[in-house]
């Protein structure tokens, strides 16, 4: 991992996107946060099915997306919560976030470069994947190259999985790459979108990532 000062000029040149965005998600956390997101409880029957991972060259990329939303990590050392948001593309995936307040956290980006984290105080660090990377800037994992499926409701193509699925054909958990991914909420279903997880909680050993989407738009 190389560490270096990120430039005042790349400072000014994304400072109003930033703070565009800070103030976005400083909204949706006050608002949604007003709702109540009580688990919701179901009596249907729910089938696993087991899935072998694809041949790479065959693997289906996960879609585009656009999201808005709140995140909460719990381990046996933090607990800390904020809202962020997630703009991914085939290419690359742009990540922001923010504390409860709205101040700027980090900005990780991924593309076929490499991945890169700029903190609060414009230090940037490189490493070749996110999950490294956050554990050891942020002290807790982000498993993008999994989560940019999971957050949709399907499994990575890359390695085999299990996923549990309710009669309306719904994700209610996948277990996979050691990770355990709960679907509580979905949301509504409307005529030109179908249902796409709105609570889901991430489970890797002691660590606990719950993540709420307050804003879909998947391209």
């Known amino acids: 991992m190389r560490k270096i000062?990120?430039?005042?000029?790349?400072?000014?040149?994304?400072?109003?996107?930033?703070?565009?965005?800070?103030?976005?998600?400083?909204?949706?956390s006050f608002v949604s946060g007003c709702a109540s997101l009580t688990p919701q409880t179901s009596t249907e029957s729910i089938s696993t099915v087991y899935l072998q991972p694809s041949a790479p060259a065959s693997a289906k990329p996960a879609a585009d997306f656009n999201i808005l939303g709140r995140i909460s990590i719990q381990d046996r050392d933090q607990s800390s919560s904020g809202t962020f948001r997630w703009q991914h593309l085939a290419s690359n995936d742009e990540i922001l976030l923010f504390t409860p307040l709205g101040q700027t956290i980090a900005e990780i980006t991924n593309s076929p470069e490499g991945v890169r984290l700029i903190t609060s105080k414009l230090e940037a660090f490189y490493a070749k994947d996110v999950e490294s990377l956050t554990?050891?800037?942020?002290?807790?994992?982000?498993?993008?190259?999994?989560?940019?499926?999971?957050i949709q409701g399907v499994h990575s193509p890359l390695s085999g999985a299990e996923k549990d699925v309710n009669t309306a054909g719904q994700t209610v958990a996948i277990r996979q790459d050691g990770w355990k991914i709960l679907y509580t909420h979905y949301t509504s279903a409307q005529s030109d979108q179908p249902p796409r997880p709105r609570v889901l909680e991430l489970v890797y050993a002691d660590l606990r990532i719950r993540l709420a989407i307050d804003n879909w738009n998947v391209e």
């Not at 000014?12 to 949706?28: A, E, K, M, T, V």
């Not at 002290?139 to 999971?150: A, F």
């Open 135 to 150: 554990e050891e800037i942020l002290g807790w994992r982000l498993p993008l190259s999994g989560l940019q499926y999971w």
């Open 5 to 28: 000062k990120s430039p005042n000029t790349w400072f000014n040149s994304h400072q109003c996107d930033l703070w565009r965005w800070l103030l976005i998600g400083c909204l949706f």
